[in-house]
């Protein structure tokens, strides 16, 4: 059964930092890309970033770049979002989500997502 | 960017009536080399992740009811439940994978409810 686990959600003040890990396992995530994609509090979904099967090729929205850091390790099948100088704005549930085929055909799997809130 | 723009913003449709729900995206997503439209369709339903229900506009994901179908080209797509069921009331949202390099963007959403 495939399965993606985030974590390391929680409550953080404006401009601090966080990193948000995906814990994969049921299938052979080095051969998928894969992707961050976000929902605030009663809003819709918003894709965060993407990564390649080995890391080569990192794709970020604009509203996260030079902020966030995405990342893999496919050794330990886990993936990674580094959060820094975070914004109200970026309160949401942060999921973790499979490509279907390389780029193409959606996300066909995800977390059940992990709470970020900053606040002061 | 490319936008995606959903309509309506809500429905409510009564059980076994048909629901329709209209996506249109600011610019093609029909790669005329593949004669493909790159989008994808999800559903999600209160305090859950979103399941992709279709994808290339209108290939079911495995295990998705037939009732649901996808249809549409270019820039103007439709997602269709033909006899509405008590367990559909969710949120649907498109999604577009044309943009290259990946730049995914959904639509607003479409809240369905039951009249």
């Known amino acids: 059964e495939v399965q993606l686990v985030e974590s390391g959600g929680g409550l953080v003040k404006p401009g601090g930092s966080l990193r948000l890990s995906c814990a994969a396992s049921?299938?052979?995530?080095?051969?998928?890309?894969m992707n961050w994609v976000r929902q605030a509090p009663g809003k819709g979904l918003e894709w965060v970033a993407s990564?390649?099967?080995?890391?080569?090729?990192?794709y970020y929205a604009d509203s996260v770049k030079g902020r966030f850091t995405m990342s893999r390790d496919n050794d330990k099948n886990l993936l990674y979002l580094q959060m820094n100088s975070l914004r109200a704005e970026d309160t949401a549930v942060y999921y973790c989500?499979?490509?279907?085929?390389?780029?193409?055909?959606?996300?066909?799997?995800w977390g059940q997502g992990t709470l970020v809130t900053v606040s002061s | 960017d490319i936008v995606m723009t959903q309509s309506p913003d809500s429905l409510a449709v009564s059980l076994g009536e048909r629901a329709t729900i209209n996506c249109k995206s600011s610019?093609?997503?029909?790669?005329?080399?593949?004669?493909?439209?790159?989008l994808a369709w999800y559903q999600q339903k209160p305090g859950q992740p979103p399941k992709l229900l279709i994808y290339?506009?209108?290939t079911r994901e495995s295990g998705v009811p037939d009732r649901f179908s996808g249809s549409g080209s270019g820039t103007d797509f439709t997602l269709t439940i033909s006899s509405l069921q008590a367990e559909d009331v969710a949120v649907y949202y498109c999604?577009?994978?044309?943009?290259?390099?990946?730049?995914?963007?959904f639509g607003q959403g479409t809240k369905l409810e039951i009249k």
């Open positions: 989500a499979r490509c279907t085929s390389s780029w193409y055909g959606g996300f066909d799997q």
């Open positions: 049921g299938f052979t995530f080095y051969t998928y890309n």
């Open positions: 990564i390649s099967s080995s890391s080569s090729y990192i």
């Open positions: 610019q093609s997503v029909l790669l005329s080399s593949n004669n493909k439209n790159y």
């Open positions: 290339w506009a209108s």
């Open positions: 999604q577009q994978y044309y943009s290259s390099p990946p730049e995914y963007t």
